[in-house]
């Protein structure tokens, strides 16, 4: 996979994408508000009931991951980017990290993520993987989580292939992708030949069950007047007995 995602640039987005305030991501009162707060929104498709073990696949920077803290007992965070996992760890031992949001040109200020309110992160763990070559000793989980992951792998397949053994009977995934693939992350030959949606149904029909399908809108501020506003389709499955 192009390991585009060590850059200083990319960290800082994602730091305000995951933790910044609607001041500090979106500055114009006729901004897409609705768009922020991504990470939180995708979990809140879980069941409100608490869980033993929760798996948090392309967990970034990590927002989604503390949020997952709340109602689960062990959360595992796992991205391929190595500077997004030290960010989300220095969050996680010290509770803040600092960085710089940029505004224009090469005009910067300094900003601080901090956790979560109500997140519980002694009971995180972040690790540096590849979510097509995932170890066995992960084990199962109750819940599997993976935003804007699918359309970003090679070998999309090899994940879905794996999420049967992942989730545990009854346990509950939620995919999140905004649809975008691209050649240089996904040779078009291991792209959907129809449409995602469907595609993901034929993948996971033998071991999961659809549960509901929807629209999430999310964010990420490059500068001050420059922003990716896209639409993630988020799916919910719940595996079969």
């Not at 346990?171 to 030959?189: H, M, N, R, S, Y």
């Not at 595609?199 to 490059?222: G, M, N, T, V, Y």
Request: glycine letters at 6%.
């Amino acid at each position: 996979m192009a390991n585009v995602y060590e850059s200083d640039q990319l960290l800082s987005e994602y730091l305000l994408m995951h933790y910044g305030s609607e001041e500090e991501i979106m500055p114009w009162k006729f901004g897409p508000k609705e768009a922020i707060g991504f990470p939180a929104r995708t979990v809140a498709y879980f069941p409100e009931e608490n869980c033993d073990r929760t798996l948090d696949l392309g967990c970034a920077v990590g927002r989604s991951s503390f949020e997952l803290s709340r109602s689960s007992a062990e959360v595992i965070g796992i991205d391929f980017s190595q500077s997004f996992i030290d960010a989300a760890e220095t969050l996680r031992s010290s509770g803040q990290h600092d960085y710089q949001i940029l505004e224009t040109g090469k005009q910067s200020r300094p900003a601080t993520a901090t956790l979560p309110d109500g997140a519980i992160p002694e009971r995180v763990r972040f690790l540096q993987g590849d979510a097509m070559n995932l170890p066995d000793s992960l084990g199962s989980f109750d819940r599997v989580h993976a935003a804007n992951l699918i359309c970003r792998l090679p070998e999309p397949q090899k994940l879905l292939q794996r999420l049967g053994s992942l989730v545990r009977p009854g346990g509950t995934l939620v995919l999140a992708t905004p649809c975008t693939w691209l050649d240089e992350f996904t040779p078009p030959a291991n792209q959907p030949q129809s449409d995602t949606f469907s595609w993901l149904k034929d993948e996971l029909a033998e071991h999961f069950e659809l549960c509901s399908q929807h629209d999430e809108p999310f964010l990420i501020r490059e500068t001050a007047r420059k922003f990716q506003w896209t639409v993630s389709l988020v799916s919910v499955w719940k595996r079969k007995a």
